[in-house]
Antibody, heavy 119, light 112 residues
Framework: EVQLVESGGGLVKPGGSLRLSCAAS????????MNWVRQAPGKGLEWVSS????????YYADSVKGRFSISRDNAKNSLYLQMNSLRAEDTAVYYC????????????WGQGTLVTVSS | DVVMTQSPLSLPVTLGQPASISCRSS???????????LNWFQQRPGQSPRRLLY???DRDSGVPDRFSGSGSGTDFTLKISRVEAEDVGVYYC?????????FGQGTKVEIK
């Protein structure tokens, strides 16, 4: 069974940093592209960043470019999101998602981790 | 960026009746490989999103066959043939053809 478990969320002050982790199991992690998608309270879904299986591409939404950094450790079956210079508008539930190998994007989602940026 | 526009944003439906959600993209979603990477997601209250359909009309494993998708180019539709109580939630379309990936605003389905 595919499982994605996020951790690392919490309360942080504006300008602060946080590192999110996503532990994957139930599939060959290194063979899949992975993503972060976020959802501000009461709002819709926003794609944040993607890291391809081969490392061929890494993409960021303009809203986080230069502040967030995505990485992965295939040996540890883990995906990460380093978030720096956090702003109030980064407050959201952050979901780790997997892309299907042949079925397109975001076929599996984690339960999410809440990041709150407030003084 | 490709803008995804859903309508309606709120959809009150009667149990057992059909429902339909429209999703329009600002650019064609046909990729160079010939596929159209248009997904539909369901988010029940208090839950993570769940993918229902991919590449316009392919149903994910475990998704009831009352959910169907259609469309091409820039115009897409999600249909529920007979709404059940468990279908309450917010539905999102998303395009995976162009970077950045973009979602529609969401359509809230509720029971009348």
């Amino acid at each position: 069974e595919v499982q994605l478990v996020e951790s690392g969320g919490g309360l942080v002050k504006p300008g602060g940093s946080l590192r999110l982790s996503c532990a994957a199991s139930g599939f060959t992690f290194g063979s899949y592209s992975m993503n972060w998608v976020r959802q501000a309270p009461g709002k819709g879904l926003e794609w944040v960043s993607s890291f391809s299986s081969s490392g061929t591409y890494i993409y960021y939404a303009d809203s986080v470019k230069g502040r967030f950094s995505i990485s992965r450790d295939n040996a540890k079956n883990s995906l990460y999101l380093q978030m720096n210079s956090l702003r109030a508008e980064d407050t959201a539930v952050y979901y780790c998602t997997r892309d299907g190998r042949y079925s397109g994007s975001n076929d599996y989602w984690g339960q999410g981790t809440l990041v709150t940026v407030s003084s | 960026d490709v803008v995804m526009t859903q309508s309606p944003l709120s959809l009150p439906v009667t149990l057992g009746q059909p429902a339909s959600i429209s999703c329009r993209s600002s650019q064609s979603l046909v990729y160079s490989d010939g596929n159209t990477y248009l997904n539909w997601f369901q988010q029940r209250p208090g839950q993570s999103p769940r993918r229902l359909l991919y590449k316009v009309s392919d149903r994910d494993s475990g998704v009831p066959d009352r959910f169907s998708g259609s469309g091409s180019g820039t115009d897409f539709t999600l249909k529920i043939s007979r709404v059940e109580a468990e279908d309450v939630g917010v539905y999102y379309c998303m395009q995976g053809t162009h970077w950045p990936r973009t979602f529609g605003q969401g359509t809230k389905v509720e029971i009348k």
